[in-house]
């Protein structure tokens, strides 16, 4: 079984600086993949970022990173240089990979407000 | 790119209708959607997984001659919500993988289903 953790409902950033979005995970599986999925109020998934499990470096694409720190099972999204657009909804997510089962576990996630 | 439409993006009905939603790749093909489902202010949960030329496989609670599945093409699967009654009121989002890569998901828009 996988568990996503989210622990922060709520964040609040001031326009150009960075944020932490926190994620831990828990899962059986060897090899998996952790995803970060933003979800405007419009409703629409847009992907993020994708890390793998035995990836050495941490991901990052633009402005998102993600730092992850496999042996205390985090996966946090590091976003800098916030901009008034990046207000949303962040879910992380996660998959076991060479399980057959290709569907992702969502965490409850995280509601972002950035202010000018 | 990897875009995913989803129609109708919002629907009304009454109660006891039937209401078919469709999700397509535009630009790729998938062997394989995801249904998911998400209350307000919730997360994403997995209500199928629909593979193309077979049967969807259904999460445990989902009612499978509820929510009929056919995923006829390698671009288009279809979620049928027969019988429908308020309480299936819900944002209705699919997504589809390439199956390449990390097999990242892209989701679609979402269908906001409202049964009076």
């Known amino acids: 079984a996988q568990k996503i953790t989210q622990t922060q409902p709520g964040m609040f950033v001031q326009e150009k600086e960075a944020v932490t979005l926190d994620c831990t995970y828990d899962?059986?599986?060897?090899?998996?993949?952790l995803f970060w999925y933003k979800q405007p109020s419009s409703g629409e998934m847009i992907f993020l970022i994708y890390?793998?499990?035995?990836?050495?470096q941490n991901a990052t694409e633009g402005r998102y990173s993600l730092n992850f720190q496999k042996a205390r099972k985090s996966a946090n999204l590091v976003i800098s240089a916030s901009q008034l657009g990046d207000s949303a909804m962040y879910f992380c997510a996660m998959r076991g990979e060479g399980t057959g089962r290709r569907a992702l576990t969502f965490g409850s996630g995280t509601r972002l407000q950035v202010q000018p | 790119g990897a875009v995913v439409s989803q129609h109708p993006s919002w629907v009304i009905c009454k109660s006891g209708t039937s209401v078919k939603i469709e999700c397509r790749s535009l630009?790729?093909?998938?062997?394989?959607m995801f249904w998911y489902r998400q209350f307000p202010k919730q997360s994403l949960m997995l209500m199928a997984t629909s593979n193309e030329g077979s049967k969807a496989t259904y999460e445990q609670g989902v009612e499978k001659d509820k929510f009929l599945i056919n995923h006829a093409s390698l671009t288009l699967s279809t979620l049928t919500v027969t019988s429908a009654h308020p309480e299936d009121s819900s944002f209705y989002i699919c997504s589809a993988s390439r199956g390449d890569g990390p097999d990242t998901q892209y989701f679609g828009p979402g269908t906001r289903l409202t049964v009076l």
């Open positions: 890390q793998g499990s035995y990836d050495q």
């Open positions: 899962t059986s599986d060897p090899s998996y993949g």
């Open positions: 630009d790729f093909q998938a062997t394989t």
